[in-house]
C-alpha cells in the first residue's frame, strides 16, 4: 500500500513560483503513474497532472498548461509540480495520488477521474496572493 506525503505549500505573491514534492512509500514506485489534483475553498477537486509510469508521459489541464510541469524523481520515489507564473486562481488545496491498477494510460479521459487513483496525499495549502 503506498503512502504519500505533500510539501512545498505555502503562500506566495501572484507571478511567483512554488514547487511541491510527493513523496512516496509502500510500494515500486518506478510501476506507479503519479498524479496531482487540486480543491480551491467552495468547489469540487479537480484534476492538475499526471505523469505516467513508463515513458514519464505527462497529461495537463488546461489552466495549467505552460505554467505548471510535473516530474518524477524515480530513485527518490518522488513527484513534483513546479508552478510557476501562479494566479489567485491557483489556489487551492493541492494533493497528489498514486494509481497502479492502469500506470501506462495517458489519455485525457482517464487520467483526470478520481476514482482512478488508489493513493492520496493529505494535502497541502496553496496561497497565491494578488
Known amino acids: 500500500q503506498e503512502q504519500l506525503v505533500e510539501s512545498g505549500g505555502g503562500l506566495v505573491q501572484a507571478g511567483g513560483s512554488l514547487r511541491l514534492s510527493c513523496a512516496a512509500s509502500g510500494g515500486t514506485f518506478s510501476s506507479i503513474a503519479m498524479g496531482w489534483f487540486r480543491q480551491a475553498p467552495g468547489k469540487e477537486r479537480e484534476f492538475v497532472a499526471r505523469i505516467t509510469a513508463t515513458g514519464g508521459i505527462t497529461v495537463y489541464t488546461n489552466s495549467v498548461k505552460g505554467r505548471f510541469t510535473i516530474s518524477r524523481d524515480n530513485a527518490k520515489n518522488t513527484v513534483y509540480l513546479q508552478m510557476n507564473s501562479l494566479k489567485p486562481e491557483d489556489t487551492a488545496v493541492y494533493y497528489c495520488?498514486?494509481?497502479?491498477?492502469?500506470?501506462?494510460?495517458?489519455?485525457?479521459?482517464?487520467?483526470?477521474?478520481?476514482?482512478?487513483?488508489?493513493?492520496w496525499g493529505q494535502g497541502t495549502q496553496v496561497i497565491v496572493s494578488s
Open positions: 495520488a498514486a494509481d497502479r491498477t492502469r500506470p501506462w494510460i495517458s489519455a485525457d479521459s482517464y487520467s483526470t477521474k478520481e476514482n482512478n487513483y488508489d493513493y
